[in-house]
């Protein structure tokens, strides 16, 4: 059963586009939201993380939005750049465990 | 800088084999994770280890074992590879507490 939905599952944008990665769940114990980034050839890293205490987190060009009442979350990539090109996934975790469920992962392609 | 390694990029078995994929990572981390990335799916997480002996089924273990025996390293096997166990796996190491994950390049396994 996937417990984060992630949508889209492809994306095209231009540079300097805004693209926007969604991912919704269903489990309120979930409390920490982590977005991963991967590169063809490369395992997944960390990008951006964030709690639910804060609506909103900005790290250099990408912002997690969080809204805890429709128990959905997503990334924006602002001023996008073909080296954005990756693909990126959601996850979710509750408190007292170190595992994390993932999303079904976004390609994005970023053109220039 | 963390750093999870994995003992192939691509390994290639017939039906039937015993398969070993071997992780090791070099930050004396807790936890250590397998998982599988099939296109759609996103990650799925095939064993969880909290430490030394100590191991935790994910939520796809059916046709895996996984072995502990020392802090950095940890094993996946395939008892008997089947062809729907074609994929690409991916470990992955953090600290305890909900850390960053740090994965390893992944092994993409063909079975033929």
């Known amino acids: 059963q996937q417990q984060v939905k992630q949508s889209p599952q492809s994306l095209i944008v231009q540079k300097g586009g805004i693209p926007i990665i969604n991912c919704a769940y269903e489990n309120t114990a979930f409390d920490y939201f982590p977005w991963y980034q991967q590169f063809p050839g490369k395992g997944p890293a960390l990008l951006i993380a964030?709690?639910?205490?804060?609506s909103e987190k900005k790290e250099g060009r990408f912002t997690i939005s969080f809204n805890k009442s429709a128990k959905q979350f997503s990334l924006h990539i602002m001023d996008s750049q073909p080296g954005d090109s990756a693909t990126y996934f959601c996850?979710?975790?509750?408190?007292?465990?170190?595992?994390?469920?993932f999303g079904t992962g976004t390609r994005l392609q970023v053109f220039p | 800088d963390v750093k999870v390694t994995q003992s192939s990029r691509y390994l290639v078995k017939r039906t039937g084999e015993k398969v070993f994929l071997e992780c090791v990572q070099d930050?004396?981390?807790?936890?250590m994770f397998w998982y599988r990335q099939d296109p759609g799916l996103g990650l799925r997480l095939i064993y969880f280890?909290?430490?030394?002996?100590?191991?935790e089924k994910g939520d796809i273990p059916e046709g895996y074992s996984v072995s502990r025996e020392k802090k950095e390293r940890f094993s996946l096997i395939l008892e008997s590879a089947s062809t729907n166990q074609t994929s690409m796996y991916l470990c992955?190491?953090?600290?305890?507490?909900?850390?960053?994950?740090?994965f390893g390049p992944g092994t993409r396994l063909t079975v033929l």
């Open positions: 280890s909290y430490d030394v002996k100590m191991k």
């Open positions: 996850a979710a975790s509750t408190e007292g465990t170190d595992k994390l469920i």
């Open positions: 930050m004396d981390h807790e936890n």
């Open positions: 964030i709690r639910p205490d804060v």
């Open positions: 992955a190491s953090s600290s305890s507490d909900r850390s960053t994950q740090y």
